[in-house]
């Protein structure tokens, strides 16, 4: 009885992300495999977890210096972040099957190999195309890599040291997933052999190279037994109907909405329609001989829970990845937080998260879907108290003013994160169980894409659209120091009119690093004025200028967050609603995932 519960915990565990196909037969450690060699191959395919993990979130922290190095526009910066989830998310799909034919060593080396090499083309990129292609790469191998992980567990340990192992393995993504941040600031800030936010990518190096000399000799092949072969044809759909859709959402706004982009948000649906009806079709197929699989099974999505909780998650993580987008962008560039402590304030929503993760198992047997629906409700109540406390801390809040809405909102995540694969999943065939968990982190995967893009269109839209509003509220003040300064009115007021030009347009170009034509006018009419003046009223004239900007840049940003955050309200509110429309489930069959498991 005690070996089958581990055994049913195996199955539940796979189900983190792509787990492998439907007939694993693992092989038995002889005596002379110790212990320590079982743990060294978990070090080993651990390393992956770590780096994988450490990559989704470190690269938002180092988004604005990214955007001052390399002037990258808008719609570049959310390829680096949504672009890497989109690849990720397709290549989860197949990267499990593909470990169980071709060998599950084989492709974890290829993935790890590639994941390496594109960590240093990220940190060697001298302009954005580079950086954002070979983010593309990294999440397309890292897709290939992670698969591979639970599945090399489940062959190397014994089902009675599965247990302390899966706690080991959900350790790892919680310490990763919370480092992310505060690692990517400190290695920017400690700036290591002048190397600013490229560093991120490279400690990658080490790590890898480490990683493939020791799995070339310690790592064992294993495949399944009786694999079929891999639907590459759905694999090609789905990835070419995602990436038409996101594409346009992200790209849109700075090209000026042209028509292709509208053609390629239409071709997108149907492209993703005729992947609905090649995976009914090739689920309808009984043929003898060993044809394609299908992806997502159809007598699967038949299923209330399952078809219910894919929604359900493509739609609370619609909100997750793009609030960390935004909401560092706004520390960094509108509250002035340096990228330590940015990461420091988002620290809080990490370690909540974290202890939810640990405490979700007693949890889930009294409360089973309704602990869903708890993180919902946690989850749209951060958001709105994030929103209270932008309107009252105005734009300079400290780097502990928004703890608690983190806090809440954190612990609603780890709830949320660690009952959702358990809860969709109870009850289904074992035989199904890697079907529904790729399906399952796929959609969670490019929720976070397809939120990213939407968010973009969002929060920089606002941020253009608030100019306006934020340049005028600093005109009176910015009038009074000038004249103050002893400027002529018609001086003064020639200067104030250019700096709103300025401000106006550089909020509504494309990157806000840049410095626009109206701004470079502005600054030779304000010289023209003072070319008389003396020293002193010069740099009183600049100090007030300085704080102008700086404070009508806090107001645009504080304003363009908070609405921008009302997206995560309705985002998460409709979590909740759909949580109401899965089935109802004993909670004493709920299987919990290992804390910090995602």
């Not at 070979?134 to 599945?151: I, N």
């Not at 309808?284 to 929604?311: K, N, Q, Y």
């Not at 074992?430 to 976070?448: I, V």
């Not at 004239?541 to 504080?558: C, I, P, Q, Y």
């Amino acid at each position: 009885m005690t070996e089958t519960r581990e055994d049913a915990r195996s199955v539940r565990a796979e189900t983190v992300r792509a787990a492998p196909a439907k007939d694993v037969s693992p092989a038995a450690p002889t005596a002379s495999q110790s212990a320590r060699w079982r743990y060294l191959t978990l070090a080993i395919v651990l390393s992956a977890t770590f780096m994988q993990l450490l990559d989704v979130s470190i690269v938002s922290i180092a988004i604005p210096p990214i955007q001052a190095d390399l002037r990258a526009s808008y719609s570049e910066i959310e390829l680096l972040v949504g672009g890497y989830l989109l690849t990720f998310a397709c290549a989860l799909l197949v990267g499990g099957r593909l470990g169980d034919v071709y060998g599950r060593k084989r492709l974890f080396m290829i993935g790890m190999a590639g994941f390496t090499a594109t960590s240093a083309l990220c940190g060697l990129a001298g302009e954005p195309t580079t950086l954002v292609v070979a983010r593309l790469l990294q999440g397309l191998f890292s897709g290939l890599m992670f698969p591979q992980v639970l599945s090399v567990i489940q062959v190397v340990f014994r089902p009675a040291e599965r247990h302390r192992v899966y706690g080991i393995y959900g350790a790892t993504l919680g310490i990763a997933t919370i480092l992310g941040p505060l690692l990517g600031g400190l290695l920017i800030q400690a700036d290591l052999f002048n190397t600013g936010w490229r560093m991120i990518f490279l400690i990658n190096l080490p790590i890898g190279i480490a990683a493939l000399v020791l799995g070339v000799w310690f790592l064992p092949e294993s495949k399944a037994r009786d694999a079929r072969r891999v639907d590459l044809l759905g694999a090609t759909l789905v990835t070419v109907g995602l990436f038409l859709l996101v594409l346009p959402l992200t790209v849109g706004r700075d090209a000026g909405w042209p028509a292709w982009t509208f053609l390629m948000l239409a071709t997108s649906v149907a492209v993703l329609a005729v992947f609905v009806g090649h995976q009914r079709q090739r689920s309808r197929c009984r043929c003898a001989d060993r044809h394609e699989v299908p992806l997502i099974p159809w007598s699967m999505l038949r299923r209330r829970a399952v078809s219910v909780g894919l929604l359900l998650n493509l739609v609370f993580f619609l909100g997750v990845a793009p609030f960390f987008f935004y909401f560092i962008i706004y520390l960094q560039t509108g509250a002035g937080f340096s990228a330590l402590e940015a990461g420091l304030a988002t620290l809080p929503i990490a370690l909540a998260a974290a202890v939810a993760s640990a405490v979700s198992e007693p949890l889930a047997r009294r409360l089973g879907r309704s602990g869903l629906a708890a993180g919902c409700v946690l989850m749209t109540l951060g958001m709105g108290l994030i929103i209270l406390t932008l309107h009252l801390e105005g734009g300079r809040p400290q780097i502990w003013s928004f703890v608690g809405d983190l806090i809440i909102a954190g612990f609603g995540l780890g709830l949320f994160v660690s009952l959702t694969t358990s809860v969709v999943l109870t009850g289904i065939r074992n035989d199904e169980a890697g079907a529904a968990s790729g399906a399952l982190a796929t959609m969670q995967q490019a929720g976070g894409a397809i939120g990213i893009a939407v968010v973009g269109v969002l929060f920089f839209g606002l941020i253009g659209a608030n100019a306006n509003h934020a340049s005028a509220a600093q005109t009176a003040t910015l009038r009074a120091a000038l004249t103050a300064a002893t400027l002529p009115v018609q001086a003064a007021d020639e200067i104030v009119e250019g700096f709103r030009a300025c401000f106006l347009d550089r909020a509504n170009q494309k990157d806000l690093s840049a410095t626009p034509e109206s701004c470079r006018l502005a600054q030779q009419r304000a010289d023209k004025q003072m070319a008389h003046a003396s020293p002193d009223v010069k740099a009183a004239v600049g100090r007030a200028m300085e704080t102008a900007s700086r404070n009508a840049l806090a107001k645009d940003f504080t304003r363009s967050t908070a609405q921008t955050t009302l997206y995560e309200v309705a985002v998460f509110a409709a979590a909740f609603l759909l949580v109401l429309a899965l089935p109802r489930t004993d909670p004493t069959r709920i299987e919990t995932l290992p804390p910090g498991g995602v």
